[in-house]
């Protein structure tokens, strides 16, 4: 069935009850009483299902990845929509609604982010949308320095990282309300660190058929916000768009197509690093990884056709409203409430 | 100084080149994982921590499911790859090893045209991540 015939609020009855069909099979394989009256959409009845079934020690094992699969499927639709990284809304949301220990879900989290990276970023090279100019030297210094959180990460204990976490899911909530990117940043002189590492080129915009050329500037105090976008990325597993855009472009003066195509192109190496990490600790467990990636990539596919006539604002204020409720789950989680 | 040539809003040879392998290794490591993925759910290949078992491990600390699963970290799945559940790090570890591999080509690539710097930073990324994917750097997990 293509979904292009189906007309906005088909597809959305469709998810709902699809999304219901899933908690009702999550619900009888956990002998878990369900309670009547239907959930507002279907991100929510999963997270319901999830809720319900986490004290359950006799599910079976099939219903977890099951359950995943379908969640993280409206959550790659969803992120797309909302033009937030997966990795961002997985761990929280998962960390906050799945039974799962944290310790698992940064580890799916990484792989998640690093494979939706490495999916976008052939595309993204080859348009010139993504830098390797500009990539290059800032992928050295968030990479390194993600190694380093992830050992922090784990090094610290649980209820801190909690903490940390829902305190950094809350700010980038706030920055998503309050933050203003600019398409074609002023950038009147390059730097010498800018010029010496020749971080310019160009791109063909295709909406506008012009060749649009860039540089940077504060080259220097940019580079080194990736130190702390690095920790952050590899302590949490989070994935740092959310983060690079606004210093790739605000702060560094990289046009915001530019800035995002490179973002997404750097997690493909900051997330490896962290997720090479998290690997070797252990922490990727298959039968919850797995799902998790496939689920999120379907999810991004179908969330691109649906990006042309859904209603982004919306869907932006309601990330911004499920993250905080995740910060605040997360930070509550951390103090032991 | 950079010799960076006029723009002509085109991706770069090495660009392409680390474009190419991208797709290609992404892609394949997919579709590896999907396959492996489904070998070890249909219990074609028996899987060292049996399935029933992990929902009980899943929720607590990392060093507890290694202990209670007695699940190697490390390399040490490659001596368990033939069983369903270590059968899947083949996938994982091919999208996780792949930056390293679409970075080899960079450096003879800006060497030839002269970037030393370009040439030694992606050098350095590589070791970068060959340490982080060795493992030995860091102690065992709490």
């Known amino acids: 069935m293509k979904m292009d015939r189906l007309s906005l609020p088909a597809k959305i009855a469709l998810f709902v009850l699809s999304g219901v069909l899933l908690f009702a099979v999550a619900a009888f394989a956990s002998g878990a009483a369900t309670e009547g009256g239907a959930a507002a959409n279907a991100t929510a009845e999963v997270a319901q299902a999830a809720a319900q079934l986490g004290g359950q020690p006799g599910v079976a094992w099939w219903v977890w990845p099951v359950v995943l699969l379908f969640f993280c499927f409206i959550l790659g639709i969803i992120a797309v929509l909302a033009g937030v990284g997966g990795g961002v809304l997985y761990v ?184 090479w990490v998290y690997l070797n600790k252990g922490c990727v467990i298959p039968l919850m990884a797995i799902p998790s990636i496939v689920g999120l990539m379907l999810g991004s596919f179908v969330g691109v056709r649906l990006l042309a006539k859904a209603k982004p604002t919306f869907i932006r204020y309601m990330v911004i409203g499920v993250l905080l409720f995740a910060g605040g789950k997360a930070l509550m989680k951390g103090l032991g409430m | 100084m950079s010799n960076t040539p006029k723009h002509t809003g085109k991706a770069s040879p090495e660009q392409v080149t680390y474009a190419n392998m991208l797709f290609y290794g ?35 600390p990392v060093g507890v499911y290694l202990k209670e699963g007695n699940v190697p970290h490390g390399w040490g799945w490659v001596a368990l790859v033939g069983q369903g559940d270590f059968l899947n790090f083949i996938g994982i570890v091919l999208l996780a090893g792949m930056t390293i591999l679409c970075y080899i080509p960079l450096i003879p690539a800006y060497l030839k045209r002269g970037e030393k710097i370009f040439a030694a930073l992606a050098l350095a990324e590589i070791l970068v991540l060959l340490v982080a994917a060795s493992g030995i750097v860091g102690g065992g997990a709490h």
Not at chain 1, 114 to 132: E, I, T
Not at chain 1, 143 to 157: H, T
Not at chain 1, 220 to 234: E, N, T
Request: aromatic share 8%.
């Open chain 2, 26 to 60: 992404c892609w394949g490591g997919l579709a590896l994982m999907l396959v492996t993925y489904l070998v070890y759910v249909t219990g074609i290949l028996t899987p060292h921590v049996p399935l029933d078992r992990i929902p009980q491990l899943w929720s607590q």
């Open chain 1, 92 to 275: 929280p949301l998962v960390s906050g609604f799945f039974p799962f220990h944290l310790d698992f879900v940064r580890g799916a989290g990484l792989m998640v982010a690093l494979a939706g990276a490495l999916a976008a970023g052939p595309g993204l090279l080859k348009r010139n949308f993504a830098s390797l100019r500009l990539a290059l030297p800032v992928a050295l210094i968030a990479s390194s320095c993600a190694i380093v959180g992830a050992f922090l990460g784990m090094a610290l204990p649980t209820n801190v990282v909690q903490l940390c976490l829902g305190g950094t899911i809350m700010f980038i909530a706030i920055l998503l309300l309050t933050s203003k990117n600019t398409a074609h940043p002023v950038v009147t002189k390059q730097d010498a660190v800018g010029l010496a590492l020749g971080m310019n080129g160009a791109y063909n915009d295709p909406s506008t058929g012009e060749l649009v050329e860039w540089k940077t500037h504060r080259t220097l105090p940019g580079l080194l916000m990736f130190i702390i976008i690095g920790v952050m990325a590899g302590m949490f597993g989070l994935g740092a768009g959310w983060a690079n855009v606004p210093v790739l472009n605000l702060m560094m003066g990289a046009p915001l197509k530019v800035a995002v195509g490179t973002s997404k192109f750097l997690l493909s190496i900051t997330d490896t690093s962290a997720a």
